[in-house]
């Protein structure tokens, strides 16, 4: 398996690109379509700045979407409690509607790296992955401990 800069697309030696949710589907479409290269994707030395700013503009993107989604979902609540009287039917389209927006985010969609320390949603992974640690940490210890007394 080749290392691939994920920018320049060229077989170099960089910082691992994170496999997420997208990119595992994107591979498992191109495994079924028999497209699938399986490189390892990373960004180079010399493609890191246009990473950083390809990746801010997605999380900016993404950010603003989720916006817009929200103020459409307060919208929607807001007519049904105003008009007619509560409506399930509204409450499913606001949702729809929503999760359509934020799907059109995906369009400039841009993976992070794996060290997570590039921008907000990054930085937010990072520390809900650190949070889901702690627990498995926390049992890893105890089974330490009851082997050092043994």
């Not at 920018?7 to 595992?24: H, T, Y």
């Not at 589907?25 to 990473?51: D, G, T």
């Not at 809900?128 to 050092?148: D, G, L, S, V």
């Amino acid at each position: 398996m080749a290392n691939v800069c994920i920018i320049c697309e060229k077989e170099k030696n960089g910082e691992p690109v994170a496999e997420d949710a997208v990119l595992k589907y994107i591979r498992l479409a191109k495994q079924k379509l028999n497209m699938a290269k399986n490189n390892r994707l990373v960004v180079c030395s010399e493609c890191m700045e246009a990473h950083k700013k390809k990746r801010a503009e997605f999380e900016k993107i993404l950010v603003q979407h989720a916006a817009i989604a929200a103020l459409v979902v307060i919208a929607f609540l807001a007519l049904a409690f105003m008009g007619k009287g509560f409506s399930l039917v509204t409450v499913l389209l606001a949702f729809l509607v929503a999760g359509f927006i934020l799907a059109l985010s995906l369009a400039r969609y841009w993976p992070g790296l794996e060290k997570g320390d590039e921008g907000v949603l990054s930085k937010f992974a990072h520390k809900t992955k650190k949070a889901e640690k702690k627990p498995a940490e926390k049992k890893e210890e105890k089974k330490t401990a009851k082997r050092k007394k043994r």
